[in-house]
């Protein structure tokens, strides 16, 4: 496959791994802050063939880990309203809400559908002009393009029943929020390939700018992955931090302009609250005036009270990189992929479960 | 979520693209993208192309990297 076999080389990858292991000194820490790149560290085995003394961290990456209970709780407030039927990506069904979970909602009978893209949910919205169809809104800046684009096309065919509950995080409020969380040491940041080619490399200027800290764009192949590694090493070993592009076949400095104008046109900047994290200012997108008619927060009147996230889950430090899977007491124990705790174990993208599928301790 | 592979854009009609994935052929939007044609080389979230790779930086990081580390030769 072009673009993709050449970064498989094992004779490649094996040479920055000797590189690697020339270059780290001291014990540091990365963080990854996609959930696509922590999946593919774990299952090409990365972890095992770096020096001990780098650990990497996952943070906050994977869109389902990030969504607040609150939001998971209005999901499920959603789907229980008449005449509504909701569509989603795969992994937010079966995430814990407070009392509930879709999945449960699904077993009682509410019309809960799983889509691979909003021109799924689009289409089941036409084909159903006599009930509401709402699709869950979550996922980082490669998605959001994908939902504006959706709620565009609706607003142009003059759909009057689809609707889109957002709950959208952004990348870049996310890193200064967790360089300003107490307790979380980060000497070093490997940044999400996709988001970036949506937001462009510049997109972490003000960041960088703020907290020069080694900072390396990653595409997903080993080969990719180990580069930026080694581009943060050594960036760590000459005491020299830079924001690096090591994903330059995708990923440009000023990004796919014409995606974020689609954001920008119908979604506007607002203080969100994460999982773990809390409230980051400007983390989220709030749809806009001209869009409203589309906006399920606004359409239904949902109301959500008491929401707890699930007692004794550590998924808000697990997403800050303050503590790995194995140190949360019901890891294993009382949560497994099988009959989840917290989402970290949910989502195939999620660190807990990425741990427990492929993390045997030495 | 993100589907890492670059996909062939194997056929165009409209704003949708027919694009194949190491064998499999599958549709995606192309409103996300400026300009693409039947040959290019994209990337697909979620059922949108979200980017054209670039050929010529491709061949170029690659050809630093081998030349970085010599592996070509050494290939096991
Ligand atoms: S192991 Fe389960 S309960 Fe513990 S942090 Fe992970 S998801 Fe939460």
Sequence with gaps: MKYADEYRDSGLSRKIIEKIHQTAGKNIRLMEVCGTHTVSIFRSGIRSVLPETISLLSGPGCPVCVTDQQDIDAFIALSRIENTIITTFGDLIRVPGTTSSLQREQADGRDIRIVYSTMDALEIARKNPDKNVVFLGIGFETTTPTIAASLISARQSGLKNYFVYPAHKLVPPALFALMETIGVQIDGFLLPGHVSVIIGTDAYRPFFEKHPLPCVVAGFEPADILLAVLQLSEQIADGAPRLENAYPRAVTASGNIRAMKMTDLVFEPCDVPWRGIGVIPKSGLAIKKEFEMFDAGKQFDITVTESQPPKGCACGEILTGKKIPPECALYKKVCTPMSPVGPCMVSAEGTCAAYYKYFTSK | ?76
Excluded: W
């Design chain 2, 1 to 76: 979520m993100c589907l890492a592979i670059p996909s062939k854009i194997v056929k165009i009609e409209n704003t949708m693209a027919v694009i194949d994935v190491e064998g499999v052929q599958r549709q995606a939007s192309l409103l996300l993208l400026e300009d693409a044609a039947v040959g290019d080389y994209v990337i697909v979230h979620a059922g949108y192309a979200i980017n054209k790779l670039d050929e010529t930086a491709a061949a170029e990081s690659l050809a630093l990297l081998r030349e970085a580390f010599s592996a070509s030769e050494q290939n096991p």
